[in-house]
């Protein structure tokens, strides 16, 4: 691990301002990803700037009637949350699905949503990639790539974002509120925060330098059967092949959200609408535009049993 200087804040505007006038530095809370890729140097940070202290770590009813999930709220904190686990089973189910009990305890809201989106190639640094380095390629579009996106994919990266609790936030039309170096707050829709990887994989977010998530916004309950499924590898400590975060209501309309496909939550809105005509209609419009490669082709047909199997457990 390279030297960093490190520093306490007390105010998210402070916060902001200290890592916008210090090139390569970084906030730090949890640290469950940030203090492993810094160990491997991929990620060397000059300057880290700890926000734990900014009392950002309470879950509070929001005017609009939904719920305001403070930053640094712990992911084991949200997951247990009565409020949560009543009228938002699917954010609870899939938090659950993440990680292990001891990474939940440490990894707070914010940080969850920031996890860099990243593949075994990420991790290695003998091998070209372009979120490491941008410009130097990408070495699972002719390796193995399995685990990797299918879908929104380019040919900078076919990454996958790795977080649980981003697809049901997505499912849910979640907003992400930060702070702006200057101080200047504004409210992010989760559908625009994670970004595709285009030609420039390394730029995951729609955060600008400098720029704190302060706090996530529920939207009122949307009532419904709430579900989520994670198919993987193993049992545990695994990221998902795919997820599936579903609302499904009585008359089988709802809404999906999944994981496991692309560089970011993936959901097409227009697809919803086909719900109560069963998972292979919605599935041809969700994955229209894939592209798999040899090793992950079997992720077509997964999504589409997967999520026959959420309807047919909201429906029982």
Same mark, same amino acid.
């Given at each position: 691990?390279?030297?960093?200087?490190?520093?306490?804040?007390?105010?998210?505007?402070?916060?902001?301002?200290?890592?916008?006038?210090?090139?390569?530095?970084?906030?730090?809370?949890?640290?469950?990803?940030?203090?492993? #890729?810094?160990?491997?140097?991929?990620?060397?940070?000059?300057?880290?700037?700890?926000?734990?202290?900014?009392?950002?770590?309470?879950?509070?009813?929001?005017?609009?009637?939904?719920?305001?999930?403070?930053?640094?709220? +712990?992911?084991?904190?949200?997951?247990?949350?009565?409020?949560?686990?009543?009228?938002?089973?699917?954010?609870?189910?899939?938090?659950?699905?993440?990680?292990?009990?001891?990474?939940?305890?440490?990894?707070?809201?914010?940080?969850? #949503?920031?996890?860099?989106?990243?593949?075994?190639?990420?991790?290695?640094?003998?091998?070209?990639?372009?979120? +490491?380095?941008?410009?130097?390629?990408?070495?699972?579009?002719?390796?193995?790539?399995?685990?990797?996106?299918?879908?929104?994919?380019?040919?900078?990266?076919?990454?996958?974002?790795?977080?649980?609790?981003?697809?049901?936030?997505?499912?849910?039309?979640?907003?992400?509120?930060?702070?702006?170096?200057?101080?200047?707050?504004?409210?992010?829709?989760?559908?625009?925060?994670?970004?595709?990887?285009?030609?420039?994989?390394?730029?995951?977010?729609?955060?600008?330098?400098?720029?704190?998530?302060?706090?996530?916004?529920?939207?009122?309950?949307?009532?419904?059967?709430?579900?989520?499924?994670?198919?993987?590898?193993?049992?545990?400590?695994?990221?998902?092949?795919?997820?599936?975060?579903?609302?499904?209501?009585?008359?089988?309309?709802?809404?999906?959200?999944?994981?496991?496909?692309?560089?970011?939550?993936?959901?097409?809105?227009?697809?919803?609408?086909? #719900?109560?005509?069963?998972?292979?209609?919605?599935?041809?419009?969700?994955?229209?535009?894939?592209?798999?490669?040899?090793?992950?082709?079997?992720?077509?047909?997964?999504?589409?049993?997967? #999520?026959?199997?959420?309807?047919?457990?909201? +429906?029982?």
């Amino acid at each position: 691990m390279r030297s960093f200087t490190y520093e306490r804040a007390n105010t998210p505007g402070e916060a902001a301002a200290a890592v916008a006038r210090t090139p390569g530095a970084r906030f730090i809370a949890g640290g469950t990803n940030l203090l492993d #890729l810094m160990k491997l140097q991929i990620e060397t940070p000059t300057h880290l700037v700890d926000v734990n202290g900014l009392k950002l770590d309470t879950i509070e009813p929001a005017p609009e009637g939904g719920l305001r999930i403070g930053a640094l709220v +712990r992911n084991t904190d949200l997951a247990a949350d009565e409020r949560v686990r009543r009228d938002y089973a699917v954010l609870s189910r899939a938090l659950l699905a993440g990680a292990s009990g001891q990474l939940r305890n440490r990894a707070t809201t914010a940080g969850n #949503l920031l996890q860099r989106t990243r593949c075994p190639y990420f991790y290695d640094t003998a091998q070209p990639c372009n979120k +490491r380095q941008p410009g130097s390629g990408c070495s699972a579009l002719d390796g193995v790539s399995r685990q990797l996106g299918i879908v929104g994919v380019s040919d900078a990266c076919i990454a996958t974002n790795p977080s649980d609790m981003a697809v049901a936030m997505r499912v849910l039309d979640a907003t992400v509120e930060t702070v702006k170096p200057g101080g200047v707050s504004r409210t992010i829709p989760i559908a625009e925060f994670h970004r595709l990887p285009g030609d420039t994989p390394h730029v995951e977010t729609a955060l600008e330098a400098g720029e704190l998530i302060i706090a996530v916004t529920l939207p009122p309950p949307l009532g419904g059967r709430q579900i989520y499924r994670k198919v993987r590898d193993r049992a545990s400590y695994a990221f998902a092949l795919v997820s599936v975060a579903a609302v499904i209501h009585q008359d089988g309309t709802g809404r999906v959200a999944l994981g496991g496909v692309a560089h970011k939550p993936w959901r097409i809105e227009a697809a919803e609408a086909d #719900l109560p005509r069963g998972p292979k209609v919605v599935t041809e419009q969700l994955l229209a535009d894939a592209k798999p490669t040899h090793d992950n082709a079997f992720k077509r047909p997964l999504v589409e049993r997967t #999520l026959g199997a959420v309807i047919s457990q909201a +429906r029982n």
